[in-house]
């Protein structure tokens, strides 16, 4: 099998500190057809550690035991449902008062009638050490709540109630309420439960607006699109001038500012002078305001030496913003011509959601294996591992880190890939961007799995370090330890600082070199490597691309939230069938808030991978025809709108 492409074409040499892979010749009608495997070692490790988690996963599933994690247990630490408690699965709180519901009991039936003259005068219970008699010795009417010497100790009361979480037996009704003293903050405990029923019955009211908001959501994604083609231009100048324009004014405002002081200290020092007691004494008083007039007049100057170094600065970099600018309207061409790749996002979040729950229900069931032990009062048990269980856990959640990148990198790979098609079927000699989505996912199952799993693989361990540092990081707190020695809290802090920077540093080129593999079809070191390269060569390009990028995209999700909300909370408060019967629009609204951005924050992670990869496409395509002397020769059609400008600023008037 070929591992790997032909690099055999040459490339001109560069004065760089390192060297980029050898330019592939088919990169000069688009991404490379002719791939083999890579990082194949990668993958297998990949697969064997699958294999692994599939052990566990049986391991958990033969020695679990999550029923425990949700029994009750009462005042003997019987498990109420199981063992010697079988035949009694529910809890119930004789004496439901602060300090005593500790002395629970089980019973076969939660006491549950319509008329207090039906409550029962007892129950069916297991006893243990501290009730002894399940038959009613009190009424609620006759236990004053209020004296602390009473025997609420000896006290059975039987009132009614409710199953709540198919465990416990809950207070309910009138007479209960009346009569037991209860604090202020279980009465809003209570009344927020109603508030909840309310917010139910309005989710179930009004959830056909649900769908009609997502599509709505999808449509504003589309028309951000349009406005991105067609003003990102005007708005991206008027940002840049606005924000020049604001230093200057900043500036001006502190000079008047401070000019308005120095006006009032002379005329303050003067009559300070003229004052008979105080001639010829010289005295700082006279001018309070010296210091906030030096500081403004300071901070005036600096904003205005800042604004006129931006101004230089802009100008230096004039041409890599429109170069920036025609990239974003050449992403929302992409999203205009190919929609089918909306379908990416939504396959993959419901595959990270199957993989989520599956590695759920494995942790609950891996959690489960141990001893079982209640500590001093609590209804609830917690678990004791062995060394083996506790590095079943380790594994399996290394696992999670791992696998869910995996998934990410592989919606990073399958955006990059179908983008990279679309741009090189641009021009005469492109290869056509027919079926760019599935081509996209062959590419990525056949030959790139490997390099997916090195990247993600890379970044789980980053991320795992993350975690430990985080842990060793509460656990001095918890001991007192960054209280008592700074220096500790300090080199933690500066540990955390690290690592995070690292993170971001490892998720930025891992994506780039997602894109590198999608072009040139290299290792992922090698496409590390090449991306590098871009960036090292190109650094002003991909810096202002990553600003106005990173600010579009924001505006996108905004843009698409609060329109998309907007509507939705227009069509439930003024549309009969809902807004009569809705108790609140709050919660739908929340809803409607959720939903939007969410297709906002997946609409725009193809925009913004779009635009990553096409600024890539470009410079791979200027680097092949710079040898050539001629201009990128697949570059969409905004982008030849923009090197003709840029030819037409630098051709000498006639």
Not at 55 to 75: C, E, H, S
Not at 182 to 190: G, Q, R
Not at 371 to 390: C, E, Q
Not at 514 to 542: H, L, S
Request: hydrophobic share 45%.
């Amino acid at each position: 099998m070929k591992v790997g492409p032909n690099t055999n074409a040459p490339r001109a040499k560069e004065n760089l500190p390192f060297k980029v892979s050898e330019t592939h010749d088919q990169l000069d009608n688009g991404p490379v057809e002719e791939r083999g495997c890579t990082d194949i070692c990668c993958c297998l490790l990949f697969i064997a550690f699958a294999i692994g988690l599939a052990i566990i996963a049986g391991y958990a599933f033969q020695n679990g035991q999550p029923k425990y994690l949700t029994a009750v247990y009462d005042a003997d630490r019987n498990a109420c449902g199981f063992e010697s408690a079988k035949d009694y699965p529910y809890l119930y709180f004789p004496r439901p008062i602060l300090g005593y519901l500790n002395q629970s009991v089980c019973v076969q039936k939660c006491p549950n009638y319509t008329l207090d003259t039906q409550a029962p005068k007892a129950v069916d219970c297991l006893t243990n050490t501290f009730v002894k008699n399940c038959t009613v010795n009190y009424g609620l009417d006759t236990v004053d709540w209020k004296n602390p010497s009473f025997d609420f100790g000896s006290m059975f009361l039987i009132y009614n109630t409710t199953l709540y979480l198919k465990r416990i037996c809950f207070p309910s009704g009138v007479a209960f309420w009346a009569n037991v003293n209860v604090s202020s903050t279980a009465t809003k405990f209570f009344d927020s439960l109603d508030t909840m029923n309310d917010w139910i019955s309005d989710v179930k009211l009004v959830w056909p607006i649900f769908f009609a908001v997502a599509g709505i959501a999808f449509l504003i994604g589309f028309v951000f699109m349009f406005v991105m083609r067609y003003c990102s231009g005007c708005m991206t100048w008027l940002m840049i001038w606005l924000f020049l324009f604001s230093l200057a004014g900043l500036g001006y405002v502190c000079y008047a500012k401070a000019k308005s002081l120095e006006t009032a200290g002379v005329a303050a020092a003067t009559q300070y002078v003229n004052t008979p007691t105080t001639q010829g004494v010289n005295d700082q008083s006279s001018d309070p305001q010296a210091n906030s007039r030096r500081t403004l007049y300071g901070l005036a100057i600096a904003l205005w030496v800042l604004d006129g170094v931006a101004l230089i600065g802009l100008c230096c970099i004039y041409h890599k913003i429109n170069l920036a600018i025609a990239i974003l309207k050449a992403g929302a061409d992409y999203m205009k011509s190919t929609p089918q790749v909306l379908v990416v996002p939504p396959i993959m979040i419901a595959t990270t959601i199957l993989f989520c729950s599956y590695w759920i229900v494995i942790f609950v069931n891996l959690y489960a294996v141990g001893d079982f032990h209640v500590k001093g009062t609590n209804a609830l048990a917690s678990v004791k591992w062995d060394t083996t269980t506790r590095n079943a856990v380790y594994y399996h959640s290394f696992g999670f880190l791992w696998g869910l990148g995996f998934l990410i990198a592989l919606t990073q790979f399958i955006l990059a890939s179908t983008t990279a098609i679309w741009y090189y079927a641009q021009g005469q000699d492109g290869q056509g961007a027919h079926r760019p989505v599935s081509r996209s996912f062959y590419r990525a199952f056949r030959y790139h799995l490997g390099s997916i799993a090195f990247g993600s693989l890379i970044l789980a361990i980053v991320q795992a370090i993350k975690l430990i540092l985080a842990y060793i990081s509460a656990k001095a707190k918890e001991t007192g330890m960054t209280k008592n020695n700074k220096f500790v809290e300090y080199a933690i802090a500066a540990m955390n600082c690290l690592v995070n920077c690292f993170e971001r540093f490892i998720q930025y080129l891992n994506k780039n070199a997602y894109i590198q593999i999608a072009i040139r079809g290299t290792t992922f070191c090698q496409a590390a490597r090449d991306a590098f390269y871009m960036m090292w060569k190109n650094p002003v390009r991909f810096a202002v691309m990553a600003g106005l990028g990173e600010a579009y995209l924001f505006v996108g999700k905004l843009f698409i939230v609060f329109i998309t909300t907007a509507i939705g909370y227009g069509l439930i408060t003024n549309i009969p069938d809902y807004k009569d019967d809705l108790n609140s629009p709050i919660l739908p609204s929340i809803l409607f808030i959720c939903i939007s951005y969410v297709i906002g924050l997946m609409f725009m992670s193809v925009y913004g991978m779009a635009c990553d990869t096409i600024m890539q496409c470009f410079c791979t395509d200027e680097e092949n025809q710079k040898e050539k002397g001629r201009e990128p020769k697949h570059a969409p059609e905004v982008l030849k709108e923009f090197f003709a400008k840029v030819e037409a600023d630098h051709t000498p008037s006639q």
